[in-house]
């Protein structure tokens, strides 16, 4: 695995230039450009907000806040897997023309994402700061190790259903299918305390439980992240980045013939 990561690093300038190419495209002829990235969960926000302050009480203090540090991070992990997923097929023709370690390309995907949800900490901290709520400035130096853990395991996941789906065109179905129900599985909406102690275990087998909680605890509490959730987090993620790389790398040798 290391050899691999040694080799891709060759490839970096590829990555750098591949990564600008897709962010410079994809708003393209869009008015508003890259604002659309962050409309969409601003309005998502609001919607969610409003049912779950004010119909169905989650009982959280400024619930505004605290699905706005949560849903920022989960979108990126849902948007990085979901692009990420497709990035061989749809990139077929590069496939088949050119050489490149083929982890390249979901590689890219999920940068991308990465950089949005970047950019998207500027209204993550601006709402922070206008609202009162305020910011624990010691703390924020924590979210460095939790985005990590939340890209390299997104990274995993993407090389492992990306090379699936070369085989089996459904699953990117079943994987949007798939999100929306992790996304109601993962402590944003509610606080991990009402969950029922009966099925705490299956919950603390959610790897984005540890990684969101992480998150919720660094900007919404002002609190340094749970060292036993980050273990966790990290255990996960290189317990997945090892299973992606192993199973793509094995269905890598026919891409060219199933594309």
Not at 55 to 61: A, D, L, M, V
Not at 226 to 237: E, P, R, S, T
Request: positive net charge; glycine residues 6%; hydrophobic residues 55%.
């Amino acid at each position: 695995m290391l050899g691999d990561i040694i080799y891709i690093w060759k490839f970096r300038d590829m990555i750098i230039e591949l990564t600008h190419r897709e962010l410079r495209g994809k708003y393209k002829g869009s008015v508003l450009g890259f604002l659309w990235t962050y409309i969409n969960p601003l309005l998502q926000i609001l919607v969610y907000s409003f049912v779950f302050s004010q119909i169905f009480r989650s009982g959280i203090e400024k619930f505004h806040i605290y699905l706005i540090v949560s849903m920022f991070p989960f979108n990126f992990f849902t948007g990085g897997v979901i692009q990420g997923l497709g990035s061989v097929r749809y990139q077929g023709d590069l496939v088949k023309k050119v050489y490149f370690p083929r982890q390249i390309l979901p590689i890219v995907s999920l940068t991308v994402n990465f950089i949005n949800m970047l950019i998207s900490f500027a209204i993550i901290y601006s709402i922070l700061l206008i609202s009162g709520w305020g910011i624990a400035l010691k703390q924020q130096i924590w979210l460095i190790p939790v985005m990590l853990i939340e890209y390299f395991f997104s990274l995993g996941l993407a090389l492992l259903l990306s090379a699936v789906e070369v085989y089996f065109r459904d699953i990117e179905h079943i994987v949007s299918v798939l999100m929306m129900v992790w996304m109601y599985f993962t402590p944003m909406f509610y606080s991990i305390d009402i969950i029922p102690e009966k099925f705490l275990p299956v919950f603390y087998w959610n790897p984005m439980l540890y990684v969101i909680s992480m998150y919720q605890q660094i900007l919404y509490y002002k609190v340094s992240p749970n060292l036993m959730y980050m273990w966790k987090a990290i255990l996960f993620a290189l317990f997945i980045m090892f299973i992606g790389s192993v199973v793509f790398k094995i269905l890598e040798k026919r891409f060219a013939e199933e594309l």
